[in-house]
């Protein structure tokens, strides 16, 4: 059976200003001083999918600068516009409605455009094999990425032991306590729930069918335009009624054919702008700088510039971004609240920052 | 006996960097947001010395600048141009020449250029009282402030009880510890060494020929061939020569005629960037803010820019300035070191940023 990428690309997040902007979010970013986010999604994809079967599902605002910035990557009929922002379940049901309608059938490589891998090839492998398992066992599988420090940042998947190469997950868990972090870690079932799935287009839309019927009506009637004159009116009329819902809440917790892989491939959801630290390397003093700058007395800070030099003095934990029209800093314990300082910026009239 | 103005503006200051720039002295900085630090104290002047008397002394590098930025305060041949930096006794040794040249003798007041006075009345009322005592007593009238705080960053004048409205110096003192400027706040005797100086030209220059009887032959020297076709040869060729001296070191500590009249006007030396705090009000959080800015679960912090907006998140204690092609973040423990950083650019060869 053929095998599809689907990156989801239709974050339109604001965890990364002043370096993400309303026209600018975080898949757009070059974080790592080698490509745009989406475009390293992409490329590592192409080491399991064909690049002829990958596509890309972002919001209709996103898609022409999308297409733009990946350069030659993708068909434009292969990005997948959302008409509005529906959250994941919505966007993994129309690309499986997509792929089912235009191919009949084919395995889908479910990754977010947006997250940090080390060990490529691990990745790689790890894909694979998922592939193998999703093909023969018309399951549903997730990676669970085996944790390397008690993390409070992400949510976890409880596992039973491994056969076959595969766990059985026994449950979907919040993000946790730093207690309750350290305990999953000190455990060993629990792991760290990436946002990547692999199964069937016929095995999703079933489970859709079964556990979210009132979207999978949704889905079938935009899957019944799909190819016809109508398709663009229907979606756009169709679409934004899907209630918001992830997968994991809609799906992933209640299907009873959900399995995991293991994942140690070096994985991080890249989620704020601390996360900027672990895709460079530091100095001695734990500094990580993009850009041209000068450090005194300065630890564990992160300086990130677009144009301007940083110069930092005397100070700890901090991270120091400029970019355009802005500069921010921010201690490390609030890298995780940037959001909110966004929302205090359009309070108060600063909508042209955003 | 006629008045002048002797305003200091030969400065080149790092310790305002990123704002002050080799090619942008602090004296010429707009940091209280209504005009450049050198116009302020000119027009402060002008309540004490009619405006035509007054002269400004800057380094050659900065005569044209200085002129233009005064926008048509002061005539040209009032700005004494110093072919070289050679600190405050050559500066005001060359400026009472002048004076005494072109018109015979007059009182001199002699300030720094780029300091902050609260209450000018005051401030006008103190500098008329020594323009009387130095007429009438041939003596050296400084200015000790009064202390409201335990400042460890000024030098102190130590002085006997007043009587007649002055009071005669017994010592000045280096910057102290921080106890030990607690005891001088707690004796009541100690001053903070203000920098303003008013005496006759001829008294002055009197006690350079008996103190530093070398300054003063290459002053007499300087002072022969003013007015002369020789005047701008003989000057880039002796004020060089003159020895690296301030006036207190040179002639205050050791000259037996000093007195020292109490200035209680609110004054700050703007020494560095934590006094901005000083010049504008704070918000409930002890927050200074100069331009358009967003904080978030921050305290006593300054944000200072010129042009990009400044967010801060869960920050405490810092500086952060935004100017032409830098931004820095300093604590404010730091604030008196940067002119190490700015050493440590030059080091580095970035000295386009100076």
Redesign the interface.
């Known amino acids: 059976m053929k095998v599809y990428g689907i990156i989801m690309a239709g974050g339109g997040g604001t965890r990364f200003?002043?370096l993400s902007r309303k026209a600018q979010p975080k898949q757009f970013l070059n974080l790592t001083g080698r490509d745009i986010l989406v475009n390293e999604t992409f490329d590592r994809l192409t080491q399991v999918v064909p690049k002829e079967n990958i596509y890309v599902v972002t919001n209709t605002l996103y898609a022409e600068k999308t297409a733009e910035l990946m350069q030659g990557r993708i068909k434009k009929d292969h990005i997948l516009k959302e008409p509005a922002a529906r959250n994941t379940a919505a966007c993994i049901g129309y690309a499986a409605m997509e792929v089912l309608q235009k191919y009949g059938d084919g395995i889908l490589c479910i990754v977010p455009s947006d997250h940090y891998i080390r060990q490529e090839s691990l990745y790689s492998r790890t894909l694979e094999k998922g592939v193998a398992l999703a093909e023969n066992n018309d399951c549903l599988v997730t990676i669970g990425i085996t944790p390397t420090y008690p993390a409070t940042g992400y949510g976890y998947i409880k596992s039973g032991t491994e056969k076959d190469g595969y766990r059985i997950v026994e449950e979907f868990v919040e993000k946790p306590s730093e207690t309750v972090a350290k305990q999953y870690l000190h455990e060993g079932c629990y792991f760290w729930n990436s946002g990547i799935f692999i199964w069937k287009a016929s095995v999703i839309l079933h489970a859709f069918q079964k556990l979210l019927p009132d979207i999978y009506d949704c889905l079938r009637t935009i899957g019944e335009a799909m190819g016809t004159e109508e398709e663009e009116r229907v979606l756009a009329e169709i679409y934004p009624r899907i209630p918001k819902l992830s997968i994991d809440y809609g799906i992933m917790e209640r299907a009873d054919n959900v399995v995991m892989l293991e994942g140690s491939f070096g994985w991080n959801d890249v989620g704020s702008l601390d996360a900027i630290a672990l895709l460079h390397d530091a100095d001695a003093g734990g500094n990580v700088s993009v850009g041209?700058h000068?450090l005194?007395?300065t630890e564990d800070t992160i300086c990130y510039?677009k144009?301007?030099?940083?110069?930092?003095?005397?100070?700890k934990n901090?991270i120091?971004v400029?970019a355009e029209?802005?500069?921010?800093?921010?201690?490390k314990?609030?890298a995780q609240?940037?959001k909110?300082?966004v929302e205090?910026?359009e309070a108060?009239g600063?909508e042209k920052?955003l």
Chains 1, 2 share one sequence.
């Open positions: 200003w002043p041209s000068v005194m007395d510039s144009n301007k030099l940083i110069a930092a003095a005397g100070v901090l120091i400029e029209d802005a500069v921010l800093v921010c201690s314990e609030k609240e940037v909110r300082l205090m910026l108060d600063k920052y």
